[in-house]
């Protein structure tokens, strides 16, 4: 090696920072910038076991110019698991443009209390309008669970109150959720990071070959992130399948 190459060998390591060490477990996907749990969903179902009202009741008919209702009643129940939700829909009696529409609603028989308010779907004709009010289902790790929702309904309008509490008997109803193994969100991220790992398993080829013998641990510690980097690729080819 001639004495300019020896030079600019050692101005090189001079300027390279201490190698650290690294956990070289495949989990570790963190260092390298790759998606973790943020895009991983929950792949689940929801399942209505028991109700003690007809949860699919009166549902808005298709000739919605013949729709007619109490001034407020729950018409129906849509199960989101995706989103984990529930959401119930309401039809009121249009006696005012401005009005407030709300659920209370209880996971625990009505020991802790949370209310949601009535989102506006549509107007089903001049006299009745369709709202929504969307309630999260609480989280659990177990893979089968069951949770009972309570709920009864509030109509404001013109300084007047109405319910729909079903005969003043609340409505409930028992709901089964079924967790099923989780999937990988194999988004755009993925192959856009395997071009960057590429560029980077390149690049430190042509470093350890620049370095031969000159020393010993940086070029250990280059080759080890050479493995990772193809252990990494490779856990990411077989997720994309």
Known sequence: ??????????????KMKEPKPRSTSLDDLQHFGLPTSPNIKKDQTFTILESNFDYNKNIISQYPWQYKSKTIEMKSISLEPTLNEVIIFLSVQNLAFEKLLEVKYSFDNWNSISFTEGIFCNQINNNFDEFKCIIKMPSSNEKIFKTNLDFCCKYEVKGLTYYDNNDYNNFRIKIQTTQKSAKFDASVKLPEKIKELTLSLNHMKNEVKFLKNENDTLKNELEKEKHLIRMVMLKIAQKLK
């Not at 030079?7 to 090189?12: N, P």
């Open 1 to 14: 090696m001639s004495l300019t190459n020896l030079s600019s060998t050692s101005y090189y390591f001079e």
